[in-house]
């Protein structure tokens, strides 16, 4: 008991001693820690999201969704309903036992546009649901957030009303009382309130990320839509077991339905938030180890400075066990004291990641304070910094006793290998045990630590010879430079983690802000070029096609449209050559059958190439020449025209396998089609795109002839149609297209749209990983100087009694550091550049196009802004402190 008093005492009081440095050693755990309990909270609110009010979720205990089609007497369009016999034998079924059947119609996206009288807005496709206002939901109610807190059932007139979701106002600009134009109609609905955007739950990624609307039953003839249900949703009594009234159900109902029930709801929602807090927590350790390198360094300085106090100890009889429990006392203290900052911190940052995460999750968290959360945070604060405090204990456990007999001569003192192993197996076995537990699985735990400190150590390396070349570089007669390399290759290690540090935060965050602004960019450029057009017109049905074209002749702004099917064909020879497919070397493996190729040194198959074949005879020769051909842009040769109508030639696209088998304008394709065989001449190559991305075989989904030139027979598998429409009118032109039944037009621009808010949903989590893990290597860096300048007190004290101003000293501290923060910037920033570039090169498109250099130059200015303040805040006292009480005391 007595030598455990006299551990925590002498630590507590080296710790007092030490203000400033122990300041920033706590900061470095607290950072980490703080990222543990914010990134955990998170996780459980987001697993409290998705795990209560299940029967709200759910919109009741249980929940019938049609499989089968029906024919809705639309033309033919048919689509997955119940049909009437179903939904009364369910009606039945449900009467004696006092169970709610609610009934609602969900599977039928229709354009919204706003529209001002004048001018009309972008229409988007949303997700509809045709409900019964009086009855839908069984649990809720749904209340409105304008007019505040009025039931969904109170908002519904009888006439042409809509409910539109928060986010859809939001996008489209759309107050209650407007007038707006909804697909598959002329008729203009008035928006009678604005819904939660998070009132249908996960209902699908459209309906969380592009919004809903609500539309009465009775609106379904102004609609084009027949009744028949989709959904099904069923409010049993209370207390009632809920798995054994859905199997009562399917026992006594013949019905071809997915059943989903509450108990199954939260089975799935509670694994899915498992994962999520998993996940989340895993992450948040990066920034805690980042953090946790700061005890090492901080702790191995307190050695080097305490190697003469440690000495006599030791000549008073004190062991070395004993001197190494000191230090792990200390840093025990450290990891209890920083966590508990941490706790304090995390629950402010928490507040913060809360907010941010809200303005782009689609469904309301609630911000609390979770006791695990801050159990977790402390727990690993605690244990991790005790761990990485190992290897300064075996340190100062190696300080021999007669040091003391040569105090000017002492040096600091190093580990032994044995020490060292066994301090690295220690950190692999604690940590590995820590994730281990958070992810399920120990094993995995344990190789994933080892693969982080190969990985880790890999690096450090390599930032250590990049280190040693700087610290030696010219200083072209600058004293000011040559002191700041010299500082900076004075302790080659703990710069070369510091830059570490730095570089991982940098490279997260430039990877996803820099990706997450490309990719948008990149797939619209790949979409517009590899299908010619702004606008994709999609219908199931023949006849609907002719009043597409018709259409589409009238529409002002349509500069050109072709109309495309897709037909089945199998390439047989390339100018004769029968083998072809024997000369192409491609490196994925594909399905399907046809002639046999080499894969990667594997045997695979040759799927049949599909045609897109573009349709000229639907239209007049007047018409085809005034709107011109949809088509991608060709690189090698010419496009289709007008003039090709009926002849054999043929348009491919440009992939790896055209380039190895030299393909040409004026080679002969010879194609069996519908069991005909016919030659084609090629007459010119189409620019690589998105499709040669997707499709590296030969000509897969990427072969364009005229409609006429195929065999009588020949049947299509698919069509669509393309048109190029001027931005000024497209807008109308759209609204105009969607009131055709069943027509489905689709912006080119929603797919960038939609890109863009999957990648801010996705990314968001990472990002906040990013940024705390940044928020870790600038108090990493914060700790270093004021290790660096705690170690130079008497060097400081020197140069400012020789002359040196304390705004020159500050100024060669903040260089010295400028240098590192401007490394890790360019180091980490340049990596994810690096990344966005080899993207960017599967899809042809250049590095300027792609990368935002706006993002690239606030991103290194905040690499560089990091660094300069956390070497204000830690220099600034050591460059004012006067020269004698440095040499005094050292």
């Known amino acids: 008991m007595t030598h455990l008093r006299f551990y925590f005492t002498h630590s507590l009081n080296d710790l007092r001693r030490n203000g400033r440095r122990t300041l920033f050693a706590l900061f470095c755990v607290a950072a980490g820690v703080a990222a543990i309990v914010a990134l955990r909270t998170l996780g459980l609110s987001i697993g409290d999201t998705l795990t209560n009010n299940l029967a709200a979720i759910n919109k009741g205990d249980i929940k019938l969704s049609a499989f089968s089609s029906v024919n809705t007497g639309q033309s033919g369009e048919s689509r997955a309903a119940f049909t009437q016999s179903t939904l009364d034998q369910i009606k039945e079924w449900a009467a004696p036992r006092n169970i709610q059947v609610v009934t609602a119609i969900t599977n039928v996206n229709i354009s919204v546009a706003a529209t001002t009288g004048t001018t009309v807005g972008r229409p988007q496709f949303i997700s509809s649901l045709l409900i019964d206002p009086a009855q839908y939901p069984p649990y809720g109610p749904i209340l409105a957030l304008d007019p505040p807190n009025v039931p969904l059932a109170n908002l519904f007139t009888g006439g042409n009303d809509v409910v539109v979701s928060e986010n859809l106002a939001q996008q489209q600009g759309i107050k209650v009382g407007d007038k707006v134009r909804v697909g598959r109609t002329d008729q203009l609905f008035t928006v009678r309130g604005i819904a939660p955007g998070d009132a249908e739950g996960f209902r699908s990624i459209l309906v969380l990320f592009f919004g809903f609307a609500y539309f009465d039953q009775r609106s379904a003839s102004v609609l084009q839509l027949d009744t028949r249900p989709d959904e099904i949703y069923l409010k049993i009594p209370q207390g009632a077991n809920v798995s054994v009234v859905a199997q009562e159900l399917s026992d006594a109902v013949d019905f071809n339905a997915r059943i989903s029930t509450t108990e199954g709801v939260r089975a799935t929602n509670e694994q899915l938030a498992s994962i999520i807090d998993r996940l989340i927590v895993a992450m948040g350790l990066i920034a805690l180890i980042i953090g946790s390198t700061g005890i090492i360094h901080t702790m191995l300085v307190v050695?080097?400075?305490?190697?003469?106090?440690?000495?006599?100890?030791?000549?008073?009889?004190?062991?070395?066990?004993?001197?190494?429990?000191?230090?792990?006392?200390?840093?025990?203290?450290?990891?209890?004291?920083?966590?508990?900052?941490?706790?304090?911190?995390?629950?402010v940052i928490s507040f913060g990641v809360q907010a941010f995460t809200q303005q782009i999750w689609p469904a309301?968290?609630?911000?609390?304070?979770?006791?695990?959360?801050?159990?977790?945070?402390?727990?690993?604060?605690v244990i991790v910094t005790i761990v990485f405090g190992f290897l300064p204990t075996f340190t100062a456990a190696a300080v021999r006793p007669a040091t003391v007999l040569r105090p000017n001569e002492a040096r600091p003192p190093t580990a032994g290998l044995i020490q060292?192993?066994?301090?690295?197996?220690?950190?692999?076995?604690?940590?590995?045990?820590?994730?281990?537990?958070?992810?399920?699985?120990?094993?995995?735990?344990?190789?994933?630590?080892?693969?982080?400190?190969?990985?880790?150590?890999?690096?450090?390396?390599?930032?250590?010879?990049?280190?040693?070349?700087?610290?030696?570089?010219?200083?072209?007669?600058?004293?000011?430079?040559?002191?700041?390399?010299?500082?900076?290759?004075?302790?080659?290690?703990r710069t070369a983690s510091t830059l570490y540090a730095l570089s991982i935060g940098m490279f997260a965050l430039s990877s996803i802000t820099l990706i997450s602004s490309a990719v948008p960019k990149l797939l619209n450029i790949g979409f517009q070029s590899s299908l010619g057009g702004n606008v994709v017109i999609f219908t199931p049905l023949a006849p609907i096609r002719t009043l597409i074209n018709q259409r589409l002749n009238t529409l002002p702004g349509v500069e050109k449209y072709t109309q495309n099917a897709i037909f089945n064909a199998k390439l047989i020879s390339i100018n004769g050559d029968t083998n072809w497919a024997s000369k192409v070397q491609l490196d994925i493996p594909f399905l399907g059958n046809g002639n046999s190729i080499s894969v990667g040194g594997r045997r695979g198959s040759f799927n049949q190439s599909d045609l897109v074949v573009a349709s000229f005879n639907s239209v007049s020769a007047q018409d085809v020449n005034a709107k011109g051909y949809a088509g991608a842009a060709v690189g090698t040769g010419r496009a289709l025209s007008a003039a090709d109508a009926g002849k054999?030639?043929?348009?491919?696209?440009?992939?790896?396998?055209?380039?190895?088998?030299?393909?040409k304008p004026g080679d002969k394709?010879?194609?069996?089609?519908?069991?005909?065989?016919?030659t084609y001449e090629l007459i010119g190559l189409i620019k690589e795109g998105i499709a040669t991305g997707l499709n590296t075989d030969l000509l897969s989904g990427s072969a364009t002839v005229p409609l006429d030139s195929l065999p009588a027979g020949a049947t299509t598998t698919f069509t669509f149609t393309v048109a190029q429409i001027a931005p000024a009118q497209l807008n109308s032109a759209l609204v105009s297209i969607s009131t055709i039944p069943t027509a489905f037009a689709l912006d080119v621009g929603f797919i960038d749209s939609l890109i863009r808010k999957l990648l801010n949903q996705f990314t968001v989590i990472p990002?906040?990983?990013?940024?705390?893990?940044?928020?870790?290597?600038?108090?990493?860096?914060?700790?270093?100087?004021?290790?660096?300048?705690?170690?130079?007190?008497?060097?400081?004290?020197?140069?400012?009694?020789?002359?040196?101003?304390?705004?020159?000293?500050?100024?060669?501290?903040?260089?010295?550091?400028?240098?590192?923060?401007?490394?890790?910037?360019?180091?980490?920033?340049?990596?994810?550049?690096?990344?966005?570039?080899?993207?960017?090169?599967?899809?042809?498109?250049?590095?300027?196009?792609?990368?935002?250099?706006?993002?690239?130059?606030?991103?290194?200015?905040?690499?560089?802004?990091?660094?300069?303040?956390?070497?204000?805040?830690?220099?600034?006292?050591?460059?004012?402190?006067?020269?004698?009480?440095?040499?005094?005391?050292?």
């Open 303 to 347: 050695v080097r400075r305490r190697t003469l106090e440690i000495a006599v100890l030791k000549t008073l009889g004190v062991r070395g066990r004993q001197i190494a429990i000191l230090f792990l006392v200390e840093a025990m203290i450290m990891g209890v004291v920083g966590s508990a900052v941490g706790l304090l911190l995390g629950i």
């Open 648 to 663: 054999a030639v043929i348009v491919v696209r440009e992939s790896a396998a055209t380039r190895q088998l030299g393909l």
């Open 767 to 890: 990002t906040v990983v990013a940024v705390l893990s940044l928020f870790a290597g600038a108090v990493i860096i914060a700790n270093t100087v004021s290790l660096a300048t705690l170690e130079r007190r008497q060097r400081i004290g020197i140069m400012k009694a020789i002359g040196m101003t304390g705004r020159r000293t500050l100024w060669v501290m903040v260089l010295e550091n400028g240098v590192v923060g401007l490394l890790g910037g360019v180091i980490g920033v340049g990596l994810g550049i690096l990344g966005v570039a080899l993207f960017s090169a599967g899809f042809g498109i250049s590095i300027s196009e792609s990368v935002e250099w706006g993002f690239v130059a606030l991103l290194m200015t905040l690499a560089l802004g990091i660094s300069l303040v956390a070497t204000l805040l830690s220099a600034w006292t050591a460059a004012s402190e006067k020269p004698m009480n440095v040499l005094r005391y050292e």
């Open 420 to 493: 060292t192993l066994l301090a690295l197996m220690i950190v692999v076995i604690g940590v590995g045990l820590i994730v281990g537990n958070i992810l399920g699985s120990v094993a995995f735990g344990l190789i994933g630590v080892i693969a982080t400190l190969i990985f880790m150590g890999f690096g450090i390396f390599l930032l250590w010879l990049l280190v040693l070349l700087i610290s030696v570089l010219p200083s072209f007669r600058s004293v000011d430079l040559r002191l700041a390399l010299r500082g900076i290759g004075e302790h080659r290690f």
């Open 669 to 678: 394709l010879l194609y069996n089609i519908a069991g005909r065989q016919i």
């Open 364 to 381: 309301t968290l609630r911000w609390m304070i979770y006791p695990d959360a801050l159990l977790t945070g402390f727990g690993l604060g």
